[in-house]
C-alpha cells in the first residue's frame, strides 16, 4: 500500500507519518517514507536517521530535471527517468536512510535563495510513486507539502489511500472540503486524521466533518511536543496511531 499524508501547514503531517511508519515497522512491514516536502528539514530527526542525499540529486540535480521538463513539453525529448518498474530492491541506497525496517527517501530540497521553483520535484515525486511497485508487507508512507498544490501536480495518482491530517482550526476545516471533493473525482479512498483534540475539540470538529471518515482522534501528548521541540526520534508508540495502522492494514 502507498499512503500519502497531506494537510495544512502545521497540521501535524510529519508527526503523523513518523509514528504511522513506526507502527508499521514493529508489524514486521518493510516501510518506505517518501519525504516529498521540499521545506520540511525535520521529519528524519523523528525517525531518529539522518537527511540523506535526495532522489533529485541522483537524477542530476535539479537543473537537469528542469531541462528535462522543458524538452518534454517544447514536445521534444520526452522527461522520462524510470525505463522499468522500481520495487524497493532498485531504490538507490545513496538516497536513503535506514533504521529499524524503516527507509527515508527525500525527493528534493530547496538549498539556495532564487533557485528557483519546486515543481521539478512534484514532477519526480509522481513519477516515482507511478512507478514503485510494493510487494506484499511493504507500505509506502508520503509526507507531502503543506496544502493541495501536490493535488495539481498529480501526486496522488501513485498511491492507494489519502490521510488528510486535519488539526482544530477554521483553516483546515475549510481545507478537508476541498480535499475531499479532489479525492471523490480522483476516487482515492480518503480518511481524516484529527490531530492535538480533546473530547471537545473532537465534537466540534465531528460537527463540520463527514464522521465516517475519521480514522483516529490523536489527543495532544506531551511526549510528542517534546520530541517534536528537541527533534528527537519518536521512540514511543501512540494508541491513536496504532487504532489507523489497524484500520490501514486490515
Request: charged share 30%; proline share 2%.
Amino acid at each position: 500500500m502507498k499512503v500519502l499524508v497531506c494537510g495544512k501547514g502545521g497540521s501535524g503531517k510529519s508527526t503523523v507519518a513518523a509514528l504511522l511508519a513506526k507502527s508499521m515497522a514493529k508489524r514486521g512491514f518493510n516501510v518506505l517514507v517518501v519525504d516529498s516536502d521540499e521545506s520540511n528539514y525535520g521529519l528524519h530527526r523523528q525517525l531518529g536517521m539522518e537527511l540523506p542525499s535526495t532522489l533529485m540529486d541522483h537524477f542530476g540535480g535539479k537543473k537537469e530535471m528542469m531541462g528535462k521538463m522543458r524538452r518534454s513539453f517544447a514536445g521534444g525529448e520526452e522527461a522520462s527517468l524510470f525505463d522499468e518498474k522500481w520495487t524497493f530492491a532498485s531504490i538507490p541506497a545513496e538516497a536513503t536512510t535506514e533504521k529499524d525496517g524503516i527507509r527515508l527517501l527525500a525527493i528534493g530540497k530547496i538549498h539556495d535563495f532564487g533557485e528557483g521553483c519546486a515543481c521539478p520535484m512534484g514532477a519526480l515525486s509522481r513519477k516515482f510513486l507511478d512507478n514503485l511497485a510494493v510487494g506484499n508487507k511493504e507500505m509506502v508512507i508520503v509526507d507531502t507539502e503543506a496544502g493541495i498544490e501536490h493535488f495539481g501536480r498529480g501526486i496522488e495518482a501513485g498511491c492507494d489511500a489519502i490521510l488528510a491530517v486535519l488539526d482544530p482550526s477554521y483553516e483546515s476545516l475549510l481545507l478537508s472540503k476541498k480535499i475531499a471533493e479532489i479525492s471523490k473525482k480522483i476516487n482515492k479512498p480518503l480518511y481524516f486524521v484529527l490531530n492535538r483534540v480533546d473530547e471537545e475539540r473532537k465534537a466540534a470538529m465531528l460537527e463540520f466533518l463527514e464522521k465516517e471518515r475519521v480514522a483516529a482522534a490523536i489527543p495532544e501528548k506531551k511526549e510528542i511536543f517534546r520530541a517534536g521541540l528537541a527533534g528527537d526520534e519518536f521512540d514511543f508508540a501512540v494508541a491513536e496511531v496504532e487504532g489507523l495502522a489497524d484500520l490501514l492494514t486490515g
